[in-house]
């Protein structure tokens, strides 16, 4: 069975196919600024999944569907593509940003679902049109195949209510959705999965804290397999600090800011998610620059990374509280998984939680999962490479075979 798996941005169109019978990817490639003057196209393929760079395109690339026109030309292309006719693509799977409540599994496309996600755009303005638009065009270029949505949010509807309500009046829930839904979900799930197999431990009887850091970051406390708390809340921009968006403030802040600077909605938004996180406090939002300022001895970047860890690790007593019981904590996304100096500040001095680092294996060099903590640590501490687009395809398999329709 193959899976061909899209992420649609509002420029971009990321995309990987899948042979689902050995689990390996056979072609990966991304789309990117889509729409604008210079358009570029970079397409990988992984013949006996040895990883083979075919084709950068540096062209115009119109709309997103003269994208995936090319995409799925090259898919079958003799010399870039590894199928014969795109009929060979069974299924497709969507990443969908938001799903609001509505969904909380992976779904099936048809036109009610395609409303429903219509109507939570107003939850995610900036991805669920992006993600729609390449529904829309999947729809027509590869019409025999079984069309899938994979919700960010699903995975985090298992929290209770008390976890995802805002101390706010309540007729703002039930009137426009105000609540956490958080986020990352198809990362929390495939990199827990992925941590119950290294403990060689059932999901189900394991209590774990995934951290997510890249770009965007987010935390999830899994208790038995279920997501149960997560930082990310109604948006992306709340929780720990990111690398342009604030994360955590207090909502006065805001306020304050619109009536001593007359900053309009549209103004706090921006500097909320563009110019807050790490760059808003030194004027660096890649933590490869940071950690160079920081040793030279620039303050701010030094601000910057103490600010990052303390809120990391406040999250990990927070989710200590609320689990009762820690097994593992797993580190993932771009900076989870190669910053050694990042894993080693957010483990320090929590020795008296049951979590202690080996500094030796936390510098070990790693292209797959690592274990990192001393023999005496009562919390396993993991670094797991994220796979979401793996996870994605595993999650539509086994929906079309839960339907019957493999």
């Known amino acids: 069975m193959k899976i061909l798996v899209i992420n649609c941005g509002s ?27 210079e358009g570029k196209l970079t397409h990988i393929k992984y013949p006996d999944t040895e990883k083979e760079l075919t084709l950068v395109k540096e062209e115009p690339i119109p709309d997103h569907k003269a994208g995936m026109n090319t995409i799925v030309s090259l898919l079958t292309d003799k010399q870039h593509g590894v199928i014969g006719d795109a009929a060979e693509i069974f299924a497709v799977g969507h990443r969908v940003v938001h799903g609001g409540e509505r ?18 755009i107003p939850l995610a ?3 669920n049109p992006a993600n729609l638009m390449g529904i829309r065009v999947a729809q027509t270029l590869i019409q025999h195949a079984t069309q899938v949505e994979i919700f960010d949010t699903a ?8 976890a995802f309500h805002y101390s706010l009046p309540y007729e703002y829930y039930e009137e426009l959705g105000v ?8 990362s929390h799930s495939y990199v827990a999965k992925e941590a119950a197999k290294l403990m060689g431990r059932p999901l189900d009887e394991l209590n774990l804290m995934t951290i997510h850091l890249g770009s965007g970051a987010s935390t999830c406390a899994i208790e038995k397999g279920r997501s149960v708390d997560t930082s990310m809340g109604m948006t992306p921009v709340a929780g ?3 690398g342009t968006r604030s994360g955590n403030i207090d909502p006065g802040i805001m306020i304050y800011l619109a009536k001593t600077k007359g900053m309009s909605i549209e103004e706090l938004d921006h500097v909320l998610t563009h110019e807050s996180g790490l760059k808003g406090i030194c004027g660096l939002n890649d933590m490869r620059d940071i950690h160079r300022k920081a040793k030279e001895g620039d303050m701010r970047a030094q601000l910057a990374l103490a600010m990052f860890v303390r809120r990391i690790k406040k999250y990990i007593g927070n989710y200590l509280a609320i689990l009762g019981r820690l097994d593992g904590i797993v580190f993932t996304a771009g900076i989870g998984e ?3 100096e990042i894993r080693a500040r957010c483990c320090e001095n929590l020795e008296r939680l049951g979590i202690v680092l080996d500094p030796k294996k936390n510098k070990q060099e790693h292209e797959g999962p690592l274990q990192i903590n001393k023999p005496e640590s009562e919390v396993a501490l993991l670094v797991i ?7 994605i395809a595993q999650q539509t398999k086994e929906l079309l075979e839960a339907k019957g329709l493999v």
Do not use: C, W
Not at 12 to 37: H, T, W
Not at 155 to 162: G, I, L, N, R
């Open 11 to 37: 420029s971009s169109i990321k995309y990987q196919l899948f042979n689902m019978k050995k689990e390996v990817v056979m072609i990966s490639g991304l789309a990117e600024r889509i729409g604008e003057p």
């Open 103 to 120: 969904f909380h599994a992976p779904t099936l496309i048809n036109d009610e679902v395609i409303k429903a996600i219509e109507e939570t």
């Open 125 to 127: 303005p900036l991805h």
């Open 155 to 162: 995975f985090h509807q298992t929290m209770a209510p008390e």
């Open 179 to 186: 609540r956490r839904y958080g986020f990352h979900g198809t």
């Open 240 to 242: 720990i600090i990111m």
């Open 338 to 340: 190669h910053d050694v």
């Open 385 to 391: 490479p994220t796979n979401e687009e793996l996870e």
